[in-house]
């Protein structure tokens, strides 16, 4: 059985850092991955790393964030740095079929955690 459990998330203010954890158990599939998803909005793939560690960023967290992963894979992080008031959203932890960021890459995953909420203050 699969499981992704986050944990990280919480209130911080605009311009600080924080990094989320995804304990992960039962997976071992190539790729996995970070999404994020505002209320009434498309759940967006945000950062994607496979089992060499090759990582592959959207556009609109380039030089922000880092998606890391310990090997063997037990744990996946995000490291979200400056972080801005629309970064604001639930982050999910995915395991996915394929490396995929962006809008269709939710099409792809296979597993998905449970979430965890980021909120950042102006």
């Known amino acids: 059985e699969v499981q992704l459990v986050e944990s990280g998330g919480g209130s911080v203010q605009a311009g600080g850092s924080l990094r989320l954890s995804c304990a992960v158990s039962?997976?071992?599939?190539?790729?996995m991955g970070w999404f994020r998803q505002v209320l009434g909005k498309e759940r967006e793939g945000v950062a994607a790393i496979d089992g060499d560690g090759t990582t592959t960023y959207a556009d609109s967290v380039k030089g922000r964030f880092t998606i890391s992963q310990d090997n063997p894979r037990n744990s996946l992080y995000l490291q979200i740095d400056s972080l801005k008031p629309e970064d604001s959203a639930m982050y999910y932890c995915a395991a996915i079929r394929g490396c995929y960021v962006g809008s269709q890459a939710q099409f792809y995953v296979s597993y998905w955690g449970r979430g965890t909420q980021v909120t950042v203050s102006s």
């Open positions: 039962g997976y071992r599939g190539n790729c």
